[in-house]
């Protein structure tokens, strides 16, 4: 059973290769989602996207900048006092360790991932700024089922992906939908297939708009650990302006009345 | 005598702190027309006060290691007291300063600041403005992250294009074969010490110069030509306290947009904090697009335009080093744009789309079309240095003044 992974990896590789040397081709553009508008404000949210986070992707991907403790306080798991509930914590959130200070580390080996996948599956503590809030929730609505990639899903986001389809018994089976190009090249012209969209094919545990919601939580809370500090940035930001404006007319003031004299 | 007036004659019996005092701000007179383009002397000296004490504090929780340099600075967004808002107020300032130093060029070019006697105050300042971009450069590795990385690439790379010693040459720079930790370690120290050594020496020098020399103001006209009878240029004031209070209601203002950046929009949309940074650096793996940051992109578009690697490396050196003679190039007599005819008002405004333009297309990926325009933006540049000493004569001025007007 060791060894069988790489084996499926390498053999639907040469799959894959030998199709796209084929004169049809199945290549894929790329999409964008739109996610709805994220709220950093809703704790409820954030908590349950932890919850999916740490039940779904905290297997392959860390969040290593994010520490238990902060993440505890912004999201509200503390009791009337503010103090962090450190049991709650351990019992459904902490998988890996049992030290609330530390940061949400992955217990896979990089080596092994990089084996198993062909990459290691990054860290996500920053994944929505580097790629944007809708392309991470249109990651994770839009795998298809495709037989010749290595987990037997195709995503039209990031086409090409070694990740496997994590959520999809719980949001069911896609498949992709089709539009033929006519491609003019120096030999004559070929028809190229490419993948524009995508349908639902089999009902998963979740209706669409739970499965919706699941995902808008999750990719809240990603939004949450790339910029912990937004909400208390945005408030001090507030005052600070308010004071600048009321520096800034007191000083011009000021001025005003120096340059009385100047003619 | 108060205990105040004591120890300040005791300091001034040693130290020349008030003819000092009186030279340079109490009795230093500038005229009385400065307007709004004369704000951004001041502000980049303020500008670069921020950056160097933002600088240290970020200096004390950033460690300069290949494996460590992007988590310490997530370390000091994340566990330090407040380190997020000197995190900001460093890569605002970087924006910030590039922003107020063009301004500050821009008004020279306006109003003949270049043109003697102040060549040297000039010159200084292409140098400043030249170390600025160096250590604009060597700081934008630091972060260890994508962009960071592949930025050093591209630009190191290029001095290999110098025939014959080219690749040791970039080899050296690099102090390895490609750049590495190695260079993370001494563009550290560039960073952190030789540039702001060497900025803040030329800035001391720069002053000196002008206040050598006095300022020169929008009408382009000699304060000193007339004096009362104390000596003091008649359309003079001294700077202080007019000019200091004037400056600080500038910086109020400027502070209000600095800080509605660093506030509520530090990654400004991208181009302050560039989206691939947010990842580290991963030698196996180029980023689709590479450019630098915004303030450097108008050069790097020029380098871009010409497809050979060693003529499009020389013309990027000479749009920088064009600057230099400026002051021998415009053969204008006036000083002043005010006084300037429709002809040099028109080939002024042309540089300066010219200059958007190809700081613009520098940001985006290069297309035959998008090249194209490179090309012709460049040469536009070129032509309105190359042009001058004819485009400045034939000009139809107007009659300058004596005295100065408002």
Same mark, same amino acid.
């Given at each position: 059973m060791q060894h069988l992974l790489p084996k499926i990896l390498l053999s639907s590789m040469v799959v894959l290769g030998s199709i796209v040397l084929g004169v049809a081709h199945a290549a894929q553009s790329t999409v964008t989602i739109e996610a709805p508008e994220m709220n950093p404000n809703d704790k409820m949210s954030l908590q349950r996207g932890a919850k999916y986070f740490m039940n779904y992707c905290s297997g392959c991907h860390?969040?290593?900048?994010?520490?238990f403790s902060r993440l505890a306080k912004d999201i509200g798991i503390t009791d009337a006092q503010g103090n962090i509930l450190e049991e709650v914590m351990k019992k459904d959130? @902490?998988? !890996?360790?049992?030290?609330?200070?530390?940061?949400?580390?992955?217990?896979?080996d990089k080596n092994d991932a990089k084996e198993w996948f062909g990459v290691a599956p990054p860290d996500l503590t920053l994944e929505t700024r580097l790629r944007g809030v809708d392309w991470v929730y249109g990651f994770l609505t839009t795998f298809f089922v495709d037989p010749n990639a290595p987990w037997g899903v195709n995503n039209?986001?990031?086409?090409?992906?070694? @990740?496997? !389809?994590?959520l999809g018994a719980l949001q069911g089976d896609q498949q992709p939908i089709y539009q033929t190009e006519t491609v003019e090249m120096e030999g004559g012209s070929i028809q190229q297939q490419l993948v524009i969209g995508v349908k639902p094919a089999k009902n998963g545990l979740l209706s669409p708009q739970e499965f919706d919601q699941m995902v808008y939580d999750i990719v809240n809370f990603l939004s949450y650990t790339a910029d912990p500090g937004k909400i208390e940035r945005q408030q001090l930001g507030v005052f600070v302006l308010l004071f600048l404006v009321i520096f800034t007319l007191f000083a011009y003031l000021l001025k005003r009345e120096y340059w009385k004299d100047v003619h | 005598m108060s205990k105040a007036k004591g120890l300040l004659n005791w300091i001034d019996a040693r130290f020349p702190l008030i003819k000092t005092w009186n030279d340079?701000?109490?009795?230093y007179y500038t005229p009385?027309?400065?307007?709004?383009?004369?704000?951004f002397g001041s502000l980049s000296l303020l500008v670069l006060v921020i950056q160097i004490v933002t600088g240290i504090w970020l200096t004390m929780n950033y460690v300069p290691s290949g494996d460590r340099a992007f988590s310490s600075i997530e370390y000091i967004m994340r566990?330090?007291?407040?380190g997020w808002l000197i995190r900001y107020a460093h890569t605002t300032g970087a924006s910030a300063f590039f922003l107020v130093v063009y301004l500050h060029m821009f008004r020279g070019i306006l109003y003949g600041s270049y043109r003697k006697p102040r060549e040297l105050v000039w010159i200084i300042g292409v140098f400043i403005f030249l170390a600025l971009m160096a250590e604009a450069f060597f700081g934008?590795?630091?972060?260890?992250?994508q962009m960071s990385f592949w930025g050093a690439q591209v630009i190191t790379s290029?001095?290999?294009?110098?025939?014959?010693?080219g690749n040791e040459l970039a080899t050296f720079i690099r102090g390895?074969?490609?750049?590495s930790e190695v260079t993370l370690n001494r563009f550290f120290a560039f960073h952190v010490i030789m540039m702001p050594l060497i900025i803040v020496g030329l800035v001391f020098l720069h002053i000196v110069a002008l206040h050598k020399v006095g300022s020169n103001n929008p009408d382009g006209i000699?304060?000193?030509?007339h004096k009362d009878a104390n000596g003091h240029p008649l359309d003079g004031i001294p700077f202080h306290p007019y000019y200091t209070v004037k400056d600080l209601w500038g910086v109020g203002v400027f502070l209000f947009f600095f800080c509605l950046i660093l506030f509520f929009f530090p990654e400004g949309g991208g181009y302050?904090?560039?989206?691939?940074?947010?990842e580290p650096a991963d030698p196996l793996k180029t980023p689709t697009h590479i450019a630098p940051l915004w303030y450097l992109t108008p050069f790097y578009s020029i380098l871009r335009a010409i497809p050979d690697k060693l003529i499009g490396v020389m013309a990027m050196a000479a749009s920088i080093a064009v600057f230099f003679v400026l002051p021998w190039l415009d053969r204008g007599p006036v000083k002043s744009i005010r006084y300037r005819g429709t002809l040099y008002k028109t080939i002024l405004a042309i540089f300066v789309v010219s200059f958007f333009g190809l700081g613009y297309l520098g940001t985006l990926e290069p297309t035959p079309g998008r090249t194209l325009f490179a090309q012709l933006f460049s040469i536009i540049y070129f032509a309105f240095f190359i042009m001058m000493p004819w485009y400045t004569k034939w000009d139809k001025t107007k009659p300058v003044p004596e005295r100065i007007t408002k």
């Open positions: 860390s969040l290593e900048y994010m520490r959130l @902490m998988f !890996n360790t049992d030290k609330v200070g530390n940061t949400l580390s992955v217990a896979m039209l986001v990031y086409p090409g992906t070694a @990740m496997p !389809n994590i | 340079h701000i109490g009795q009385k027309n400065f307007n709004f383009w004369y704000f566990d330090v007291d407040m934008y590795l630091l972060p260890w992250g290029l001095f290999g294009a110098i025939p014959f010693v390895d074969f490609t750049v000699e304060i000193k030509a302050f904090i560039e989206k691939p940074n947010f």
